[in-house]
């Protein structure tokens, strides 16, 4: 039994998530990535106001889950433009899962994925879709583990830097 709370982001937790999602963010990344395009990406991608604009705009939802008032993880999902390989009904897409390290391995990730689909029925989706960069070994076992399975691939840019990901799609009803 995991006694974490996980509720909806709001505007005044912008400060809070622009820190956390940097830090996730380096955290899974930052080793792999040349230091200048890293810090580059995270200034325009998990700064203050791109976390304030996201967390107002109803195209987004945001869930963070929480232990004793700090943050630890959460997810992001969007409405908006799909690639042509996602076939599924309905998609919205889940633009970001991260977790602190410190918490990998202990069930969190499971219990925010549950949200994170109720999340996306609620909010009327049938797919849900993904972009996973190719070299993240653990988070695309997860997601398979999880029932998604890889049908594209797009670029993911990390400043001037193009990687590939993989598109992963998972349907969540029998029209999705």
């Known amino acids: 039994m995991h006694s974490e709370n996980i509720r909806a982001g709001r505007p005044e937790d912008a400060t809070g998530l ?13 080793a792999l990535n040349d230091p200048a395009q890293l810090q ?3 200034a325009t ?7 304030t604009h996201e967390l107002r705009d ?3 939802s945001t869930r963070l889950v929480e232990r004793d008032g700090e943050l630890i993880a959460y997810a992001q999902l969007r409405t908006g433009d799909t690639p042509a390989c996602i076939a599924g009904t ?7 899962f ?4 410190s918490w990998h391995g202990k069930g969190i990730a499971d219990v925010l994925m549950d949200d994170v ?17 190719q070299v993240n070994a653990r988070a695309i ?9 890889v049908v594209g691939q797009k670029t993911f840019q990390i400043a001037a830097d193009a990687q590939t990901d993989w598109v992963m799609a998972l349907p969540l009803g029998p029209d999705g």
């Not at 309905?90 to 970001?96: D, K, T």
């Open 98 to 101: 991260y977790l602190d390290a």
């Open 90 to 96: 309905a998609p919205l897409e889940l633009v970001r």
């Open 58 to 60: 109803p195209a987004w």
């Open 117 to 133: 689909m109720d999340t996306a029925r609620a909010r009327g989706a049938r797919t849900i879709w993904l972009g996973v960069w």
């Open 40 to 42: 580059a990406y995270l």
């Open 141 to 149: 076992a997860f997601y398979k583990r999880r029932g998604f399975r």
């Open 45 to 51: 991608s998990f700064g203050l106001q791109q976390q």
């Open 18 to 30: 622009a820190e956390f999602a940097r830090h996730a963010f380096d955290q899974a990344f930052g």
